[in-house]
């Protein structure tokens, strides 16, 4: 038994595997839609059952131009690893730099929501269980923009400095997955918190 | 400095200095060594939360008893369950899953080695956290210690208002950050699963145990992550001033509820899924024969898996959830018992008609096989509303989930330290010792949870500190408590296996057991590159292949 290799056929003509960084990704987002989850139908148990106000319709407007602002930055992250899988590290870098921005708007969107409904119209974590839920939910969302943003720096600064080229395109693409999936959660969280729980 | 400069090529004989060693362990990234690392951390737990488990039963050994307090009780409990769960059971298979599938499919390594050492330091830390609780628990406002809230932490018994100080917080921090790390190690394994298969490796041909663990795995990302969020919203509740789980501010306890048992239902199948992994690698090693039925395993599993995910309210029948509810959850409760019933005919299909050895690993398989069929019909009574009505939060329950447990998943994690020992370490486990530590753990066990059922019937109470001396129950908790004790030796004469074999046991060569997956063509313990040359594999068992050139597994498959 001192053989190691088993010499009984030939390796397959073609062995191509799945890239780790995608499934894993994958697997990254299945385990977060589950966390998201959760928070989802505690937000939507929790509809009408505060006993104090205020109630979203008192309080929330619909932030329409910072989730048009987040959802089109998708569109600018798939373009950018586009142009880099095509090796056109100029437009990768505009459409990355602009992507970043994007996410930085609705970003500071949230964060004059915020502010407003805590300096303005009172209502704070522990006020009610809209509040609650509210802040936990599109808190934990914001949470994962502002990771999202973090790594879109990081690959930023890469960029500027000229280190991101064609062969990093597969990793660039793992981060795109990861704010596709940003996105998506938005999409998700707005319908619930500004059109359902309206 | 010198010693080690020219110790690269000769590394295994060559003396280093302990602080090198240790080092070397804490640095690691090699998935041996992590699956290790994660196996001994885990066994430290055990002697833990087994010591816990005696003081329960002395406590409960007769009536009016006051061994400990009231209050020390409630947090042996508590420490207990939580510790055997979170940081016994789940390391040690995970250090068998880090340590055998890469082996298993023909790959260097994990496919994130530095994810891996990441995860393990993180459940490591978790379990420090718990058990930090028993010194800094306290906290600033002189209350509490370890937590004492149950493994369950129930609403509102989890509020600030009735656990104060910081015990229930070790005790919340210390899941997250075990659920990070297992989260990252799931993830680990299903990319390494996907992507690190060495070449002919189809999905078709892995190892029952590296499928199985791949269905763990994703059960990991579905299951633990519930929890995760449910934490959080306790976190929220406790030190933002938030009403998640706060009944008086409109908040419902029952929610928590549903939360835990849908992380904790599951996590019962993320805990048996390995077990059943062990299960069909052994079973057919030692019947000689090839596994009945793979693609039916895969299948059963997969089935398993889904239907797990929706039967979790069956820990709430007593709550008074409306009769739909009820009977939905009835029968999605039986229903996992169809695809388990399927796996264990089929390991008795493997059995049928074998050459079968009986070395300790498959004394234990065997013990598996029928303890888990018997812990699986009391599940079965219990998943009929009305019965469980009766039997809900009695030692009946107790007894039925430590069957589970204990019976079938510890049976079968013992069935993988003799099967894979030799292989770790390159030593035999003694048969001998291991004979011991099989029927005196068989014993003790019959002991403790055949008799724990009845006390359940005549209506017991779990985790009550004390009881009445009523006909019959201090005789039957008295023996419980002795089968506990002939448990606990039988862990120690393990232990003493496990450390006096390393020295002293037979030296095992490359494939003791005569076996046919990949890992036993690497020598004992393997090198750290695992194969020199990558594997190229033809058939579900290429070292069948390798030994029997003139009729391989490839010709049928």
């Known amino acids: ?198 | 400095m010198s010693p080690n400069a020219i110790a690269i090529e000769n590394s295994q004989s060559e003396r280093h200095p302990w602080t090198e060693v240790l080092h070397e362990w804490v640095t690691t990234v090699d998935h041996k060594r992590l699956g290790i690392l994660y196996i001994g951390y885990a066994l430290c737990f055990l002697l833990m939360a087994g010591s816990e488990a005696l003081i329960i039963r002395i406590q409960l050994m007769r009536a009016h008893n006051d061994f400990v307090s009231p209050q020390v009780f409630n947090r042996m409990f508590t420490m207990h369950g939580t510790t055997m769960i979170f940081f016994v059971v789940m390391p040690v298979l995970f250090g068998f899953a880090n340590y055998l599938v890469p082996l298993m499919i023909g790959a260097r390594d994990m496919a994130f080695p530095r994810l891996n050492a990441f995860s393990f330091w993180l459940t490591a830390l978790g379990g420090l956290l718990l058990y930090f609780s028993f010194l800094g628990g306290s906290g600033l406002y002189g209350a509490g210690n370890a937590p004492d809230v149950g493994w369950w932490a129930y609403a509102p018994l989890g509020a600030k208002a009735f656990s104060p100080g910081h015990s229930t917080d070790y005790w919340t921090v210390a899941l997250l950050v075990s659920g990070f790390g297992s989260v990252g190690t799931a993830i680990n394994i299903i990319a390494t699963v996907f992507s690190m298969r060495c070449p002919g490796m189809h999905l078709g041909r892995m190892p029952l145990l590296v499928w199985l663990n791949l269905v763990m795995s994703g059960m990991v990302l579905l299951a633990i992550t519930p929890l995760t969020a449910a934490q959080l919203m306790l976190l929220v509740d406790r030190y933002l001033g938030g009403h998640f789980f706060d009944t008086q501010a409109g908040g419902s306890a029952t929610l928590w509820m549903h939360f835990f048992w849908i992380f904790g239902h599951p996590e019962v199948y993320v805990l048996v899924i390995p077990a059943f992994a062990f299960m069909s690698e052994i079973i057919p090693v030692f019947s000689r024969k090839p596994i009945f039925g793979y693609p039916v395993m895969v299948g059963a599993t997969v089935a398993i898996g889904f239907v797990s995910m929706s039967v979790w309210a069956h820990h709430m029948f007593t709550i008074g959830m409306n009769s739909y509810a009820n009977s939905f959850f009835a029968i999605t409760t039986m229903a996992v018992g169809v695809p388990t019933g399927i796996k264990i005919f089929n390991w008795l299909g493997t059995m049928w008609g074998g050459r079968i050895q009986f070395k300790t690993p498959m004394l234990f398989a065997i013990g598996f096989l029928g303890q888990f069929l018997i812990a699986g019909l009391t599940g079965i009574i219990q998943a009929c509303a009305p019965v469980d009505w009766q039997l809900s939060l009695s030692y009946f329950v107790v007894a039925h989930f430590h069957y589970v447990i204990v019976g079938g998943i510890l049976f079968a994690i013992f069935a993988a330290f003799y099967f894979w020992y030799p292989k770790f370490t390159g030593r035999m486990l003694s048969e001998r010792l291991g004979k011991w530590n099989f029927w005196l753990l068989f014993l003790g066990f019959h002991m403790t949870f055949d008799v724990m059922h009845i006390p359940g019937i005549l209506g017991m109470p779990r985790r009550i500190y004390t009881y009445e001396p009523r006909p019959g129950w201090e005789t039957l908790n008295l023996i419980v408590t002795i089968g506990a004790f002939i448990q606990a030796v039988a862990i120690l004469v393990f232990v003493y296996n496990l450390v006096v074999s390393y020295w002293k046991g037979a030296k095992a060569g490359n494939d003791p057991w005569d076996a046919w997956t990949l890992e036993w063509s690497a020598s004992s313990p393997p090198p750290a590159y695992n194969f020199a040359m990558i594997p190229v594999v033809a058939s579900r068992r290429p070292l069948w292949d390798l030994k029997h050139p003139e009729d391989p597994d490839s010709r049928y498959e």
């Open chain 1, 1 to 198: 038994m001192s053989s190691l290799t088993i010499p009984i056929t030939q390796a397959p003509q073609r062995w191509v595997l799945p890239d780790r960084g995608k499934v894993a990704m994958a697997g990254l987002i299945f385990a977060e839609s589950a966390i998201f989850t959760i928070f989802v139908v505690a937000y939507l148990f929790y509809i009408g059952k505060s006993v104090t106000g205020p109630a979203p319709r008192d309080v929330l407007e619909t932030p329409l131009l910072y989730t048009i602002c987040l959802l089109s930055s998708s569109m600018t992250v798939h373009f950018a690893s586009k142009s880099l899988e095509r090796g056109r590290t100029g437009a990768f870098l505009g459409l990355w730099s602009l992507t970043f921005i994007l996410g930085g708007l609705f970003l500071f969107g949230t964060a004059q929501e915020w502010h407003r409904l805590i300096y303005e119209r009172g209502l704070t974590i522990s006020t009610n269980l809209f509040g609650t839920t509210y802040y936990s939910l599109v808190g934990l969302h914001a949470f994962h923009v502002t990771a999202g943003l973090l790594m879109l720096l990081i690959v930023l600064i890469f960029s500027l400095s000229g280190r991101v080229s064609q062969r990093e395109s597969g990793r660039i693409d793992v981060l795109a997955m990861y704010w596709h999936f940003v996105d998506a959660v938005w999409v998700v969280v707005f319908t619930v918190v500004y059109i359902v729980g309206r």
